[in-house]
């Protein structure tokens, strides 16, 4: 099939999935990609080439562009379309498409390709295992506490929900998914998606995923100056940015941890919350047992080494036995 061939080859797509391309381009995008190429041209000139009207082709094209099949730029008021690739294509699928149609083997190897790539793309992490920047044009720079998203949210002008490629692509629990919070006009496109928010709503949804156990995560570092980017709401089975932090070796430099958690085992209920919100295993059981309150329970053990900073021990913890303090300088948080 040299049209399956020719697009495979120019879109950048993986060998496995090629059985199950109809389900990311139609037959007429495919063409489409394929007469583009490596081309940027303007919608007279596709109209042109493809002998169609100009009116009918620049629908054609914006809805290409929607699925991220293409991309668009505007040089001097004229706008010019090019190929886009399978990669973009594939996360714009996952979030918006009918993904779980293809089958779950399919999607296990298309999450282990995506992370992949993602790790290939995002080579400004190098810098973060080489030396120890401010991040510069990287993104989940911190790992932040529930008060921090608040303020974020309280300074946002505009708050868009939607759901998370990465939770979308690994598919390894059962948390919400609908956990991406993006901010501002800057950093939200004609084709971003997902569903604005008020600050009220924005501030019970992060509440809400809190409760779940899922961590926070955004930045930039200057945001009060820059303004907020994106707060996402991750766990360590899913999330990239934590998937990629563990292969690199990246703890406590990105996602920056600025808080550690301080532990008051003679407070502790030993109710084991804390031990299965933990996604780093630095509160864990030790195998012994305790008696308190008249009741034999499990003994929880904590390993400060092991802390990410996230709080959400913390946010559980009925008895209080666990604070967030500031790594340097030792401030409470």
Known sequence: MPLLEDFSSIFAVPDFIKPYLHFFATEEEMQLVVMLAKDSLSIATIAARLSRDEAAVAGFLEQAYQRYILNKEVKETTVYYSVSDFYHRLKNFCLFGNYHII????????????????????????????????????????????????????????????????????????????????????????????????????????????????????????????????????????????????????KGKWPKSRYIAVYNSSQCCQCGLCVSRCGFSAFAFDGTDVEKDGKVKKNVSFNPELCWGCGICANACPAQAIRLVKISGGQTA
């Open 103 to 250: 089958p779950r083997r399919v999607r296990k190897e298309l999450d282990a390709w995506d992370f992949t790539e993602y790790l290939k793309r995002n080579d400004y992490f190098r810098k973060v295992i080489d030396a120890s920047p401010e991040y510069d044009d990287c993104h989940n720079e911190w790992i932040l506490l529930l008060h921090e998203v608040e303020e974020m949210i309280d300074a946002a002008s505009v708050i868009r929900v939607l759901p998370c490629d990465c939770k979308m692509l690994a598919d390894n629990c059962d948390h919400s998914r609908e956990i991406c919070l993006v901010f501002d006009g800057n950093h939200i496109s004609d084709r971003s998606g997902g569903r604005e928010l008020s600050k009220e709503e924005a501030k019970k949804l992060v509440h809400k995923l809190d409760r779940e156990g899922l961590m926070h995560t955004g930045g930039p570092p200057n945001w009060q100056e820059t303004g907020s980017s994106v707060v996402c709401n991750c766990c360590t089975c899913c999330c990239y940015p934590f998937r990629a932090a563990k292969h690199l070796g990246t």
